[in-house]
């Protein structure tokens, strides 16, 4: 059965294509405003035209007092009209970019909320962050200033062609001409830069990443010494962008000067064919002018739709890195229950699994946590304990092979089922900004503060909570920088009590905790254990002895499985060795002289 869906349409149709797409409800609003500033830029127009026809009154001598003023009047009134439509679009744009690029945002995070979780993690965080800020403000900047300069800067040269058309067609035809010729070196320079802009919104990504580890980092990177080379890494990726930015620079830029140069190229073009039709005594001096000074108000504005097509360029490129998050597939879930899963048993069957195509990283893995049992997975680093986990938590969906639930596979569960079925006890605890409180019931939000001390106290987490300043109503920072090691595994075991799910999947840390602080925590996860089903990549010894089952992985396989006895009663076995190993490393660490 498939596991992951393909949206049934990808979410990028070009550029203008993709922001009609990407406006969905605030199309008629946008359209508006996009109709209001052409007709803006048209109304622009009208004191050229007055002045042109005041010109040619005064030539003729048919200009009169009364002429004059109701030129003034009418250029004054366009002047009026077209501030009311300015404005008019103005807000309509504004408004509108910011309601469609905050829902766009919104629309891409529940999109990646239902991504695998292995796909999220294996995009980076930095990246992502970029693509749902810098790229959809590229977007949001562009749509209500760009693209309304590009439409203003269009507007007058096309009504201005048109008007010309009725006064001498030919040389109307020689100005579209012209136009049209610089469409072929736009469209190459676009794809140039096009290319650019994408690597450019990769470094700067990348980067912005970077940095945000460094930052986290930065104890880390202190205690080890590390804070110079990490400064390097960082250095590394601003050395790309600027490389990245240069290349732009210094290869594109003269490039988008080629397209707007291009355009201009008509002027010469319109000198000469007006002055042979002077020579020719087509067209008299006084219309040549008049000619000409509306030939440069239709050139003038094609600057800046030069200009703007190379906002165009940049938001194209992040509305492809935008499409190309929207476009990754997400996991399906049936959207209402089909099965009910019999028990919490686990089973997986033949479960094949690789991160890159073609190199398993679990290859048939095939195994049975019964409900209400403990299973410890043990074995070398990667050995493939902590992916079996994640496939377990449908991180991940295995390449070949099923796991099942209950006898349910975990596609058929909805994602609420899911939900409530499996909760995961991270090795890393993550706590987030908010209370003790909020933390503790972060899967349970509805719980009475009586069931949030109920589960703490079973966790050992009550008697330090209390002792902190506001309690249960402590407020603990970003990631939960305040707290110690053991503190932050209690409150995820209290955490996981409250969620209450048959299935429990541990990665037990591998830190080592003082014997105090490591017998508490035990008890916790015993505790937690109680009548449910736990697979556990497990480090501790008491954690392995106290299990129902022990398997023991290799290189991606189960090479052994049974509990602690019989296991190390196979003195050729992988359990047999690891033991031994353990062994020695725990007398090397009570006593170094041995
Ligand atoms: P263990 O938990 O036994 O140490 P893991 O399941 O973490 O092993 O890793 C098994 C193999 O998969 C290792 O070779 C590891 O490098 C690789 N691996 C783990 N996570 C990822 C990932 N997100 N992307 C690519 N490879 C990974």
């Known amino acids: 059965m ?14 203008l294509g993709t ?4 406006f969905g409800e605030r199309r008629r609003p946008l359209v508006l405003a996009v109709v209001a500033r052409a007709a803006a830029s048209v109304v622009m127009g009208i004191p050229v035209a007055v002045a042109a026809w005041c010109v040619d009154a005064v030539r003729t001598g048919s200009m009169t007092s009364h002429a004059a003023l109701m030129a003034s009047a009418v250029v004054a009134g366009s002047v ?21 690029v905050g829902e766009g945002r919104i629309g891409a995070l529940r999109h990646v909320q239902h991504l695998p979780v292995g796909t999220v993690t294996a995009r980076g965080t930095g990246d992502l962050g970029a693509v749902l800020t810098a790229d959809y403000e590229q977007v949001a900047v562009y749509t ?7 439409v203003g800067g269009a507007a007058l040269p096309v009504a201005g062609t048109v008007a010309l058309g009725f006064v001498d067609p030919l040389l109307a035809l020689v100005v579209t001409a012209s136009v049209l010729a610089a469409v072929p070196v736009f469209r190459w320079v676009n794809h140039t830069f096009v290319q650019q802009s994408l690597d450019r919104a990769d470094a700067l990504a990348e980067a912005g990443g970077r940095i945000v580890e460094y930052v986290q980092g930065i104890a880390t990177a202190r205690s080890y010494d590390q804070v110079g080379p990490r400064l390097d890494w960082y250095r590394q990726a601003v050395a790309r962008m600027r490389e990245v930015n240069d290349r732009l620079a210094v290869r594109i ?25 002077w020579l020719g005594g087509h067209l008299d001096g006084w219309s040549v002018v008049v000619f000409l000074v509306v030939v440069l108000r239709i050139y003038a504005p094609l600057v800046s739709v030069a ?41 997986l069957d033949r479960v094949t699994f690789g991160y890159d195509q073609g190199t398993p990283v679990l290859h048939e893995v ?21 992916t079996l986990l994640s496939l377990a938590a449908r991180f991940h969906d295995p390449d070949s092979g099923t796991v099942r639930l209950g006898g349910v596979p975990l596609p058929d569960l909805t994602r609420d089922q899911l939900f409530d079925a499996v909760t995961v006890v991270f090795q890393d605890v993550y706590l987030f900004a908010g209370t003790i409180r909020d933390n503790i019931a972060f899967g349970a939000p509805d719980a009475k503060a009586a069931d949030v001390e109920a589960v703490a106290r079973v966790a050992h987490c009550h008697a330090f909570i209390t002792a902190l300043p506001d309690g ?6 970003e990631g939960g920088m305040t707290l110690s090691g053991g503190e932050r595994q209690r409150l995820s075991i209290a955490r996981a009590l409250l969620k209450n799910t048959p299935v429990i999947l541990l990665d037990e840390p591998t830190s080592a905790l003082d014997p105090i602080t490591e017998r508490v925590v035990q008890s916790a996860v015993t505790a937690l254990a109680r009548g449910r089903t736990v697979l556990v990549v497990a480090h501790r010894l008491s954690t392995i002895a106290a299990a129902d089952q022990i398997l023991v992985m290799r290189e991606g396989r189960i090479v052994q499985c049974g509990r602690h006895a019989e296991l190390l009663a196979e003195p050729d076995g992988l359990y047999f060795r690891l033991w031994a190993e353990r062994e020695r490393a725990a007398r090397w660490r009570l006593d170094p002289r041995s």
Do not use: C
């Open 2 to 15: 498939t596991t992951v869906t393909a949206p049934e349409a990808g979410f990028y149709r070009g550029p």
């Open 19 to 22: 922001l009609w797409y990407a």
């Open 80 to 100: 009026a009209v077209q501030y009311v439509l300015w404005f008019v679009a103005n807000r309509l744009a504004w408004v509108n970019t910011f309601h469609a």
């Open 144 to 150: 209500h200033h760009g693209l309304m300069n590009l």
């Open 253 to 277: 830029t003269p490039l988008a000067y080629v397209s707007i140069g291009t355009v201009f190229l008509g002027v010469p073009l319109i000198l000469a064919v007006t002055g042979y039709a």
């Open 307 to 347: 200009v703007e097509a190379e906002g165009l360029r940049l938001t194209d490129a992040a509305l492809r890195r935008i499409a190309h998050v929207r476009d990754l597939p997400v996991q399906a879930h049936p959207a209402s229950v089909v099965a009910r899963p019999a028990d919490g048993e686990l089973h």
């Open 366 to 386: 095939s195994l049975v946590a019964p409900a209400g049992t403990v299973t410890a997975i043990v074995g070398p680093s990667g050995a493939g304990k902590s």
């Open 472 to 477: 249960y109503d402590t407020r603990i920072g």
